[in-house]
């Protein structure tokens, strides 16, 4: 079992920035990758970025140039630079990832993250 522990959501005003950071249980090298996705309210669960076991990275149009998703590998986390943030990045935000071997699957609790305008 991978337990994922989200952390760094709040309160924002538009044009502000947060850090999100997801703290894997295990070596996030025997994970195939780890991402973020977000849904907000009435609306479906979209994928935001992810990052892979290599270290490729991807990201959602409507967040392109605005977030970053790294790793600090040692402590087995991945984060999620917010920047230039916008209303409509309101959403709660889900660590998610994907085990070697088994292939299982495993999500966060989520975090709140609300914009201002």
């Known amino acids: 079992q991978v337990q994922l522990v989200e952390s760094g959501g709040g309160l924002v005003q538009a044009g502000g920035s947060l850090r999100l950071s997801c703290a894997a249980s295990?070596?996030?090298?025997?994970?195939?990758?780890m991402g973020w996705y977000r849904q907000a309210s009435g609306k479906q669960r979209e994928l935001v970025a992810v990052?892979?076991?290599?270290?490729?990275?991807n990201y959602a149009d409507s967040v392109k140039g605005r977030f970053t998703i790294s790793r600090e590998t040692a402590k087995n986390t991945v984060h999620l630079g917010m920047n230039s943030l916008k209303p409509e990045d309101t959403a709660v935000y889900y660590c998610t990832a994907k085990r070697l071997g088994s292939g299982s699957e495993y999500w966060g609790q989520g975090t709140q993250v609300t914009v201002s305008s």
């Open positions: 295990v070596n996030i090298f025997s994970l195939k990758h």
């Open positions: 990052i892979t076991n290599g270290g490729s990275t």
